[in-house]
T-cell receptor, first 113, second 114 residues
Framework: EADIYQTPRYLVIGTGKKITLECSQT?????MYWYQQDPGMELHLIHY???????EKGDLSSESTVSRIRTEHFPLTLESARPSHTSQYLC????????????FGPGTRLTVT | AQSVTQLGSHVSVSEGALVLLRCNYS??????LFWYVQYPNQGLQLLLK??????LVKGINGFEAEFKKSETSFHLTKPSAHMSDAAEYFC????????????FGTGTRLKVLA
């Protein structure tokens, strides 16, 4: 059983608020990822990290930012939430080498009103 | 560059019937391929993976997939569908460009009819 956690699971917040979505894993994985997924749609990679102090933007442009100051923790922050940010956000982690699968958290469903 | 194509965004089968979900990949090097399942309001769960060992890969919940290099395919099958198989299924390939990214298909929603 993979141990990757996301909080909160559901969040409803007003426009303009700053929010942080938490993601933690206890497997010691170096690589972590954030995906954005609209209901019933494909996953879009928005951020990834190879390890501590390493962050990269993904394939889909996002106004969010991430940090990686501890191996186990990869939070995502939106400085000013907008309705266009309404989506599901999935966090994942994986180990080396590349044929190791990604382990996913349960997701955070964000609604910005 | 690598890519993944899932044919059929929606598939319906009767309970007890064969499940076949199609995935084709494009890769200039031997790929690592994965099938994931996603239930409503949950993250993705690994069903099975191909890592250049056996071409027929068995996974959880009775699913299996066969890697066919000549057809660049990695189709997912299950002999007999169960109501609990209704979910979204994603095929993915891990890139070999050194960026450790995974490319996901657009997903196939499986509906199981009673």
């Amino acid at each position: 059983e993979a141990d990757i956690y996301q909080t909160p699971r559901y969040l409803v917040i007003g426009t303009g608020k700053k929010i942080t979505l938490e993601c933690s894993q206890t497997m010691g994985h170096d690589k972590m990822y954030w995906y954005q997924q609209d209901p019933g749609m494909e996953l879009h990679l928005i951020h990834y990290s190879y390890g501590v102090n390493s962050t990269e933007k993904g394939d889909l442009s996002s106004e969010s930012t991430v940090s990686r100051i501890r191996t186990e923790h990869f939070p995502l922050t939106l400085e000013s939430a907008r309705p266009s940010h309404t989506s599901q956000y999935l966090c994942a982690s994986s180990d080396f080498p590349q044929h190791y699968e990604q382990y996913f958290g349960p997701g955070t469903r964000l609604t910005v009103t | 560059a690598q890519s993944v194509t899932q044919l059929g965004s929606h598939v319906s089968v009767s309970e007890g019937a064969l499940v076949l979900l199609r995935c084709n990949y494009s890769s200039s090097v031997p790929p690592y391929l994965f099938w994931y399942v996603q239930y409503p309001n949950q993250g993705l769960q690994l069903l099975l993976k191909y890592t250049s060992a056996a071409t027929l890969v068995k996974g959880i919940n009775g699913f299996e997939a066969e890697f066919k290099k000549s057809e660049t395919s990695f189709h997912l099958t299950k002999p007999s569908a169960h109501m609990s198989d209704a979910a979204e299924y994603f095929c993915a390939v891990s890139t070999t460009s050194g960026t450790y990214k995974y490319i996901f298909g657009t997903g196939t929603r499986l509906k199981v009819l009673a």
